[in-house]
């Protein structure tokens, strides 16, 4: 079983810009999302993924990784996902050892940009950029299964 280990950050400035290494859009949405599970169907580039994750056990989850064929995950991302498909571009930004990945989202997220630090134990320490903000891993709005169905466009009005 794969486990992610993962925490999520808003930003306090565009310093990483300078930065960034390459740069990728994806377009995403989500099977099923019920408490349980999430399975998610991702396009990027010239692939096409469905993933499933657990459970979010503070910022560790279970996660599986398929690829798919690129006709298939196109059919479902515009049938059969609950809520709206996010679109996304994930800029790849080395600092010291890590490799972060800011997403600056399109579409009814706009606006809004993360940034991803992928670990390989929840207790492993890092570098901590200057452009780093506030903690949000375990805030639930900033999880992309969230923000199909509660998009941050509609924040202000809650």
């Known amino acids: ?4 280990i993962e925490r999520k950050y ?10 960034i290494d390459r740069s990728q859009i994806y377009r995403q949405g989500y099977l099923k999302q019920d408490g349980k599970c999430t399975v998610r169907v991702r396009i990027g580039g010239k692939q096409a993924h469905l993933n499933i994750k657990g459970a979010s056990k503070s910022i560790s989850r279970a996660e599986y990784e398929y690829e798919i064929p690129m006709q ?8 059969l996902c609950v809520g709206s498909v996010i679109e996304k571009t994930r800029h790849l930004v080395k600092h010291g050892s890590h490799i972060w990945e800011i997403d600056v989202f399109q579409g009814d997220n706009a606006g809004l940009i993360v940034a991803e630090i992928e670990l390989s134990a929840e207790d492993e320490s890092f570098e901590r950029p200057a452009w780093l903000g506030e903690e949000v891993s375990e805030d639930p709005r900033y999880l992309n299964a969230s923000l199909v169905t509660k998009p941050f466009c509609s924040w202000d009005s809650e």
């Open 10 to 19: 808003l930003l306090k400035s565009d310093g990483w810009r300078k930065d």
């Open 1 to 4: 079983m794969g486990i992610e």
């Open 72 to 79: 298939e995950a196109g059919e479902m991302l515009d049938n």
